[in-house]
């Protein structure tokens, strides 16, 4: 079964400054979606960014950008000028392209910023 | 906009206690979902459903049931609460595969509910 690597459990940024979330994932398939999601506290979780692994071109999304090594199953999240509103816990996951009803979580990073 | 509601953010049971959490999402998706989120494991899939009285197990369905009487309802049942049980339980909702847009592939999530068993 595929898995899912999340090995900072906290992470920490000054407001403006640039953070980057680590994910690791394990799979066998060459076809499927990387996701990385955000739940803010006492807040519904919201997709941030999402990554077809046929697409060479690393996804963003305004400030909220991906590092994806397929070779390397990484996948992480660049914040660039971050602000107080990107406090929460942030969640990466993988689903495969065949199974659309098996989604993996990552245990979380949960990023702090700091005014 | 995409709304998935779930009928308590706080509900505090009893051991042995029948419980029922409720997910409504208004999006006319054919899947649903319901995790479970502890600290240090990240969301766990306990049961989906695909279809209206269809539903699959998932991760860690042991002491859950489910149902789908409704396309909109996805209910998720403790039988008989147990305090291993006591966590944060989030229902999700996606379209099928093949459907262009968007929404693809992602998963729409309720706002939790944090369940306390005594």
Redesign the interface.
Known sequence: AQT?T?SQ?EMSVQEAETVTLSCTYDTSESDY?L?W?KQPPS?????VI?QEAYKQQNATENRFSVNFQKAAKSFSLKISDSQLGDAAMY?CAY?SADN????R????TRLTVKP | DVK?TQSSRYLVKRTGEKVFLECVQDMDHE?M?W?RQDP??????IY?S?DVKMK?KGDIPEGYSVSREKKERFSLILESASTNQTSMY?CAS?P??GLAGPLL???F????TRLTVL
Do not use: C, H, K, T
Request: proline residues 7%; glycine residues 14%; charged residues 15%.
């Open positions: 899912v999340q459990p979606y996701f999601y807040r519904q979780m919201i997709l999402r969640f689903r659309n009803n098996d989604m979580f990552g245990a979380g | 998935v899947n979902f995790y240090g494991l990240g969301l766990r899939l989906f695909y699959e989030l996606s099928l595969p592939n992602e998963q999530f309720g706002p939790g």
